[in-house]
């Protein structure tokens, strides 16, 4: 595995964005199509040269047998590879790794990856996403939502370590201090939060309150990268991302399979509602690129609850198993002079969106210097987090601005 880290970068990150007051509502695909085009006039490389494409899975409102070939055909390219990533929300940062893959087999130069949603323009979210994430005879019969799904991993957190409310609400806080800043985050005219606010809101699913819960992003995002090996990054890109490490864990579908699991990480000493497969994506990630924790300036993670927060950053190794709470609390992610965490306002402020290539294109921003948001200064490496089903599905990347080793 190390061998893979630093031979590729990053050498062009772009977005699109279509939101549900728009007058003209865009779908997934011209969303996407939009991010691919401006990233193809941003880096010089056109559709002639991009030997693979890899997307995130099919989005909820644009269902077609072969999400990969739409846009392969909208496009006009005709790439070596082409196929889905569908490891939930884990899938958009297993694009780029894959992409890695076929970059050091010496099969391309260049490979496209793409992810994007627009869901919520189009369909019920908040009604329909529990049947995506419930075991359709076990669980959906019930009727469960979504924050029920992961209310049960929360109770089972609270209860082995002692986390509190509080030091739930207060991720939530610190968040939303990120998120006034910038200009897309969905919570940003909400205004600053307290920790009382989080802990006074209506209740969803206990121990989970309102402002526990991600808002879903008021639209859609798309995003696009162009990866290339690092011989070529540096003659066609002044601001390259090297892909330092990246690992990935899948360990179930449905919440109820979590308990069937023994003898592989997380669970080798048996089922846990708790530990998730984050920690073994991240020790992947830190093992390839020769890095530590200390050693990383900026986090972003995708899941959509306060407590799981508390949870990533325990399995991201910032702090002790179960200390994830009093880490918080003790101002580890405080806006003012903790680790940079969520800086867009994570999905608690800034708003839950799948397929999040987004949140690595913060990171390369604030790398180099130029966010859209409140800057974070002097960032060498960042860390990445896409996570998708009920705790399902991890995958860790870390970025740096200059080669690791």
Not at 16 to 41: F, H, N, Y
Not at 212 to 241: K, M, V
Not at 249 to 267: D, K, L, Q
Not at 365 to 379: A, C, F, K, L, T
């Amino acid at each position: 595995m190390s061998s893979l880290a630093n031979s590729c970068a990053i050498v062009g990150i772009t977005r699109a964005i279509g939101l549900k007051s728009d007058a003209e509502k865009k779908t997934p695909l011209q969303l996407v199509i939009e991010a691919c085009g401006q990233l193809m006039r941003e880096t010089g490389v056109d559709r002639t040269k991009i030997g693979a494409v890899f997307t995130g899975r099919m989005p909820r409102s644009y269902m077609t047998l072969q999400y990969s070939q739409s846009l392969v055909n909208e496009l006009k390219i005709a790439p070596m590879f082409a196929t889905e990533v569908t490891s939930h929300g884990g899938g958009a940062l297993g694009t780029i790794e894959l992409s890695v893959l076929a970059l050091n087999a010496g099969l391309i130069d260049y490979a496209l990856c793409v992810t994007g949603e627009a869901s919520p323009i189009w369909i019920d979210m908040i009604g329909g996403s529990a049947n995506w994430e419930a075991d359709l005879q076990f669980e959906a019969p019930y009727g469960p939502t979504t924050p029920a799904l992961y209310a049960q991993s929360a109770c089972r957190y609270m209860h082995e370590y002692g986390i509190t409310p509080a030091q739930m609400a207060k991720v939530a806080v610190e968040n939303r201090k990120w998120a006034v800043h910038h200009p897309h985050a969905a919570m940003r005219k909400k205004g600053l939060i307290t920790v009382e606010d989080v802990l006074n809101s209506p209740m969803i699913a206990s121990p989970l309150k309102l402002l526990d819960c991600a808002p879903w992003f008021p639209g859609g995002i798309a995003s696009a990268a162009l990866i290339t090996r690092a011989d070529i990054a540096r003659n066609i890109c002044a601001e390259p991302a090297y892909i330092a490490g990246f690992g990935q864990s899948n360990t179930h579908e449905w919440v109820g399979e979590r308990m069937g699991t023994w003898g592989v990480g997380p669970f080798v000493d048996g089922p846990s509602m708790v530990r998730t497969g984050a920690s073994v994506a991240a020790k992947q990630a830190y093992a390839m690129s020769g890095l530590a924790p200390k050693d990383i300036n900026i986090v972003e993670t995708s899941v959509p609850f306060t407590y799981a927060n508390l949870l990533m950053l325990e399995e991201f190794g910032f702090c002790g198993i179960g200390e994830g709470g009093r880490f918080v609390e003790s101002g580890g992610v405080d806006f003012d002079g903790g680790l940079p965490f969520n800086t867009t306002g994570g999905y608690l402020s800034f708003g839950q969106s799948g397929q999040g290539l987004y949140l690595l294109k913060e990171i390369i921003e604030q790398m180099w210097g130029h966010p859209e948001g409140y800057p974070v200064p002097n960032v060498k490496a960042g860390l990445v987090h896409g996570h998708g089903g009920p705790l399902a599905c991890h995958s860790v990347m870390i970025v740096s601005k200059e080669p690791t080793c």
